[in-house]
T-cell receptor, first 113, second 115 residues
Framework: AQSVTQLDSQVPVFEEAPVELRCNYSSSVSVYLFWYVQYPNQGLQLLLKYLSGSTLVESINGFEAEFNKSQTSFHLRKPSVHISDTAEYFCAVSNQGAQKLVFGQGTRLTINP | DTGVSQDPRHKITKRGQNVTFRCDPISEHNRLYWYRQTLGQGPEFLTYFQNEAQLEKSRLLSDRFSAERPKGSFSTLEIQRTEQGDSAMYLC?????????????FGAGSRLTVL
């Protein structure tokens, strides 16, 4: 069975500092990987996804994630965060051929001025 | 189309009452999913439909829970004889079945509080 572990439940950082949100998954087959973001009082929004091809994927607001098959990881990074990045971030995995996503427990990113 | 719509956004009920949530997916999407999210946790899969057929149900979906999608468009999730442990955010998502990955678009959720 698939599972996702987000190693940090909360990550506080200062504005303009770099950040990394860690995600490891467990699966016996090939996977698709996703990061979703949930801003306060809003629904989940897709931030970025890895389906195939280049292992480094980027979002439009400066986040990137790298698929590392040997380490079964898909960590999310941003070189310089803004107050507006304050949100909860969820990593999710889907087995290729499966129809549902399995989510991690989330990481709350708090940006301090 | 404005995305996935869920109604009501908030529901407060007393233990033992029945509640029903509605989800309107993106119109061209043929897959529809229900997830449950409790405080401090990630969303947990409950069930999904392709068109009107319910193709998978989680073991989390006890016999007090029933989901329908009668015409392959909107869906309802009913919880009978609610318990305090049912308090959670109920999320609906939809997607378009196509080769390759299934990318889900989520609604804002329906928050249930059982007193």
């Amino acid at each position: 069975a698939q599972s996702v572990t987000q190693l940090d439940s909360q990550v506080p950082v200062f504005e303009e500092a770099p950040v990394e949100l860690r995600c490891n998954y467990s699966s016996s087959v090939s996977v698709y990987l996703f990061w979703y973001v949930q801003y306060p009082n809003q629904g989940l929004q897709l931030l970025l996804k890895y389906l195939s091809g280049s292992t480094l994927v980027e979002s439009i607001n400066g986040f990137e994630a790298e698929f590392n098959k040997s380490q079964t990881s898909f960590h999310l990074r941003k070189p310089s965060v803004h107050i507006s990045d304050t949100a909860e971030y969820f990593c999710a995995v889907s087995n290729q051929g499966a129809q549902k996503l399995v989510f991690g427990q989330g990481t709350r990113l708090t940006i301090n001025p | 189309d404005t995305g996935v719509s869920q109604d009501p956004r908030h529901k407060i009920t007393k233990r033992g009452q029945n509640v029903t949530f509605r989800c309107d997916p993106i119109s061209e999407h043929n897959r529809l999913y229900w997830y449950r999210q409790t405080l401090g946790q990630g969303p947990e899969f409950l069930t999904y439909f392709q068109n009107e057929a319910q193709l998978e149900k989680s073991r989390l979906l006890s016999d007090r829970f029933s989901a329908e999608r009668p015409k392959g468009s909107f869906s309802t999730l009913e919880i009978q004889r609610t318990e305090q442990g049912d308090s959670a955010m109920y999320l609906c998502a939809s997607s378009l079945a196509q080769p390759g990955a299934n990318v889900l678009t989520f609604g804002a959720g329906s928050r249930l509080t059982v007193l």
